[in-house]
């Protein structure tokens, strides 16, 4: 899937990686939290390579990353409080009352205060991915990885969650990087875009660099325009 892909992340820094369906933008998250393993190359975090760690000392890392997945992933016969609660529970040895206060921040961090005892049943969408960034950073994380983070969502719940995606970076000083196909939310919350194409990156750079890029299949994507190819396949002529 990936081509000799080189990709350095600097601390505090929100990285933004677009590109088309099915180029491995979720599966590079998942190589830089260690859920996949390289078949080749290696990931570093901090200086210390991780992609060969034992499970133990992996673990201990990943405590490092907040992780926020595209449907959510919360856990439906959990309420929200004990969502938000579980890596606390099952990570670190704070007391009950320690928990329900940390559960009580994160909560007030993501706009969600007394939705505690809603399950996700109840939740609207985007009250979900607000929980689920609750609980994702619920360890205090020093990087947050974002997988498609405003998908399934309208525009106004989709610029709450760009809101919070930068109002996490100012307040928690987190290193983020955000996998996303809304050019809206990268160009809203990205120090640096990175746009994967066919295993390689074909773009690495500012928000204003991408604009003036010329590479076709950049401005293409950015401009959210179909191809020739795929104009022919619908009996277009790509005018």
Do not use: W
Not at 131 to 149: M, N, Q, T
Not at 191 to 198: A, C, Q, T
């Amino acid at each position: 899937m990936f081509d000799g892909v080189d990709l350095e992340l600097h601390a505090g820094e929100t990285t933004v990686v677009i590109g088309e369906s099915g180029m491995g933008k979720s599966v590079l998250l998942k190589h830089i939290v260690g859920l996949m393993r390289p078949d080749r190359g290696h990931v570093y975090y901090k200086r210390e390579r991780i992609d060969d760690l034992s499970d133990s000392r992996k673990a201990t890392i990943r405590r490092d990353f907040g992780f926020l997945f595209q449907l959510s992933a919360l856990f439906d016969s959990f309420n929200a409080r004990d969502n938000v609660a579980f890596p606390l529970a099952e990570r670190t040895k704070k007391t009950k009352p320690e928990i329900n206060r940390i559960v009580d921040e994160k909560l007030r961090m993501v706009g969600l205060t007394g939705i505690g005892n809603k399950m996700p049943a109840e939740l609207s969408g985007g009250q979900k991915k607000r929980v689920a960034l609750a609980r994702a950073i619920a360890l205090d994380p020093s990087v947050i990885l974002y997988d498609e983070p405003t998908t399934g969502l309208d525009p106004v719940r989709a610029d709450t969650i760009n809101e919070l995606i930068l109002k996490l970076k100012r307040e928690m000083r987190v290193t983020s990087i955000v996998v996303t196909h809304d050019m809206a939310s990268a160009f809203k919350v990205a120090d640096r875009i990175v746009m994967l194409h066919e295993g390689v990156f074909i773009f690495d750079g500012t928000c204003d660099e991408i604009r003036a890029c010329a590479d076709e299949r950049v401005k293409r994507f950015i401009e959210g325009r179909a191809d020739e190819d795929d104009l022919r396949s619908l009996g277009g002529n790509g005018s």
